[in-house]
């Protein structure tokens, strides 16, 4: 055999536990890690988020603040425009422009001729240390101020606007103009206020934010020019959209198309996070970058910690481990030698009472070497001591089992005849099961047969009966309908009869028309008669004449239509009648066809009771063959568990035969096994 490879237990143990102990480690410092770095990152978004809203809204209060000078201003000209004078705008503007520090200067701005019939007026204050300067430049002078950014910004909508960001060249100030338009009471454009706005505050405010993680803000205006947050140099004369890194460009560009949100960029090799909003009035951006490295510094130093202290503990439980294993090692090799005799035959091996009783895995093992030195003592001490028995036993198993060779022989060959009748019985069994089967397929094709003709015969009494209901309210409504018919004649005769009245009613008015006609060409010919006097009565007759000839036309129109109408009664009349008498001839037939589905009817219900009983013959027969089919199965059933019992006790009996002759076989091998063991025995030393 193969010398195995020795391995002590602390290498064991070492080559196990540290390595569970290093990868749960680096699970919990992973998992932690994450887990802190999501707490810092949510952090920094609702720190970054807040510290952007607030920052926001103060820019935001001075910018609405300046712009409300503007339009109150606007609104006042509005109203009192009638009713100023040049000194009492000069003296508005003294009083507005030191209403706010970041207010450094105003002007109003009419258009052509809106003040009075001067072309331009252009009223304008400023800051001159702590006074308030006025000057008259822009009315005087040659600037087109129509033209004007911050003109154009407040004219072209109506709740104002806001002009770029710029550098005052007199004073080397950032500032930015808000604008807002005045009207006139008809709607017309009259002109606009204007407040320059000193932005240096607002840049102050950037400056000095203060951000966690040592952050950094920063203002730009809507196209990326820098505002605040930079060096001075760079304030309005550079723009973040020119910066040569494209990681920061990538980011400005993102800025400056959302309105607000996060992104990433690199610089110096360093990742930073960018968050951005921006203030509504003028649409500046505000974006404040913090560097991962700051962000993440705290704990990164908290993981060097966190993996020192591992390597440490790592250290000390592996010096616990060494300690400890060499101490079961021990008592680990004490047992290896005693199993090592007892394998060389040594029983009577001596235990420390000590390591017996220990509570732990050792001492177990030492209480199972000591209990199986005991019991093989026991087992080889009987073994001796029965060996002999065990020799004479196994002679005269021997010779019995050569005696039970010779009967089991007889018996199976008197099994073998029974299983061969019991074969036959079976398969004449399956010829008998399989003629009556064939019985049952017919029984099972007229029971079929049988049910659908029952099934029919149910179907053509249903519809029989259907039909002959339908044919009798069929007959109803046919009488009905003759009925209706008849009422119909009636009618129509009586139609007849009043177109006759009419007729002779028509014939009456033509009389009478023509006799007023004559009537009416006699007073004409009187009036003639009668000169001037009787003109008037010959206009008269003459109207009275021209209405006879309409009554006697209108009257013979009527009586064409009379006629007309008269000679359509008569068809109708007779087109009735010959309706009705085919109404009646399809009545007696149809009382005809309910006389046939009654017979029909008869002859279904005398012929189904038949059916009934032959089905029921038919389910009897068949019920007694599926019977005969059941008993015929079990007994085939039955045949072939005999032909098959039969066949087992014939193998049995020769497999018993050759299994006596294997114990035979047996008996005598165990004889020299026995002897052989009881020399092999005397190997052990079991005694002291």
Same mark, same amino acid.
């Given at each position: ?477 046919? %009488?009905? =309908? ?5 009422? &119909?004649?009636?009618?129509? !005769? +009586?139609? /007849?009869?009043? #177109?006759?009245? *009419? ?77 009705? %008498?085919? =109404? ?5 037939? &149809?009382?005809?066809?309910? !006389? +046939?589905? /009654?017979?029909? #009817?008869?002859? *279904? ?84």
């Amino acid at each position: 055999m193969k010398k195995q490879r020795k391995k002590s237990i602390a290498k064991s143990l070492i080559s196990f536990i540290v390595p569970v102990i290093v990868i749960a480690l680096i699970l919990i410092s992973t998992i932690g890690y994450n887990f802190s770095k999501n707490i810092i990152t949510d952090q920094l978004d609702y720190s970054m988020r807040t510290k952007l809203q607030e920052t926001v809204q103060q820019i935001n209060l001075i910018l609405e603040r300046e712009k409300a000078i503007a339009q109150s201003y606007a609104k006042t000209v509005e109203v009192d425009a009638d009713s100023l004078t040049e000194d009492d705008y000069n003296e508005l503007l003294q009083k507005y422009v030191p209403m706010y520090k970041e207010t450094y200067a105003m002007g109003v701005w009419f258009e052509p001729y809106a003040f009075g019939n001067v072309e331009k007026y252009a009223p304008y204050a400023h800051r001159d240390g702590n006074e308030v300067v006025l000057s008259d430049s822009y009315t005087t002078g040659d600037t087109d101020i129509w033209t004007t950014e911050w003109y154009e910004a407040g004219s072209s909508n109506p709740d104002g606007g806001w002009t770029k960001a710029y550098i005052d060249p007199s004073t080397d100030v950032s500032m930015v103009t808000a604008a807002y338009p005045f009207y006139q009471p008809a709607g017309e454009l009259m002109g606009v206020v204007s407040a320059d706005i000193d932005i240096s505050s607002i840049q102050q405010l950037i400056t000095e934010t203060k951000i966690d993680f040592n952050g950094q803000a920063v203002l730009f205006e809507d196209d990326g020019v820098f505002l605040g947050g930079v060096a001075e140099e760079r304030l309005i004369s550079e723009n973040i959209l020119d910066d040569p890194n494209s990681s920061l460009v990538a980011a400005a560009e993102k800025m400056l198309a959302e309105e607000s949100g996060e992104a990433e960029y690199t610089a110096d090799q360093e990742n930073y996070f960018f968050y951005y909003s921006t203030i509504p009035n003028t649409n500046w951006k505000i974006g404040i970058s913090v560097s991962e490295n700051n962000l993440y510094g705290s704990l990164n130093q908290l993981l060097t910690i966190f993996v020192v202290s591992s390597i440490v503990a790592i250290a000390v439980v592996t010096t616990l481990i060494v300690i400890y294993s060499r101490r079961m090692g021990n008592t680990a090799k004490k047992y290896s030698q005693i199993a090592k005799l007892v394998a060389d035959g040594e029983l009577v091996n001596e235990f420390n009472e000590k390591d017996l009783k220990r509570g732990d895995e050792l001492g177990d093992i030492g209480r199972s070497l000591y209990s199986m030195q005991h019991n093989l003592v026991d087992v080889i001490r009987n073994f001796k001591d029965n060996a002999a028995s065990i020799d004479e036993h196994a002679q005269n198993l021997s010779s019995f089992s050569e005696q039970m060779s010779a009967t089991s022989e007889n018996v199976a060959t008197a099994i073998a005849t029974v299983a061969e009748g019991a074969s036959d019985q079976h398969e004449q069994l399956k010829t008998v099961n399989a003629r009556v089967a064939q019985f049952g397929s017919g029984l099972d094709f007229m029971n079929q047969s049988i049910n659908e003709v029952d099934h029919s015969t149910n179907s053509i009494l249903v519809m029989a009966s259907e039909s002959n209901e339908e044919m009798n309210r069929m007959t109803v409504s046919f %009488e009905t =309908l003759n009925k209706t018919f008849r009422e &119909l004649i009636d009618k129509v !005769k +009586s139609v /007849e009869l009043n #177109i006759r009245n *009419v007729n002779e009613m028509t014939e009456l008015i033509n009389s009478i028309s023509d006799q007023t006609n004559l009537l009416a060409l006699n007073a004409a010919i009187e009036a003639a008669r009668a000169g001037e006097s009787g003109k008037g009565f010959a206009v008269v007759a003459n109207e009275i004449r021209v209405l006879a000839e309409k009554s006697r036309e209108s009257s013979d129109q009527i009586d064409t239509i009379i006629k007309g109408v008269f000679q359509d009664t008569g068809e109708m009349v007779s087109s009735t009648e010959e309706v009705n %008498e085919e =109404l009646l001839e399809q009545r007696d037939q &149809l009382q005809a066809t309910i !006389k +046939s589905f /009654e017979e029909i #009817i008869h002859a *279904v219900e005398t012929i189904s009771p038949k059916i009934k009983e032959t089905r029921e013959s038919s389910v009897k027969i068949q019920n007694e063959k599926d019977r005969i089919i059941g008993e015929l199965e079990k007994t085939g059933a039955i045949a072939e568990d005999v032909a098959a019992s039969a066949e087992e006790i014939s193998a049995s009996a020769q497999e018993m035969s050759a299994s006596t002759e294997e114990v035979t076989t047996s008996a005598e091998g165990l004889g020299e096994m026995t002897n052989d063991m009881t020399d092999k025995i005397k190997f052990f030393n079991v005694d002291k």
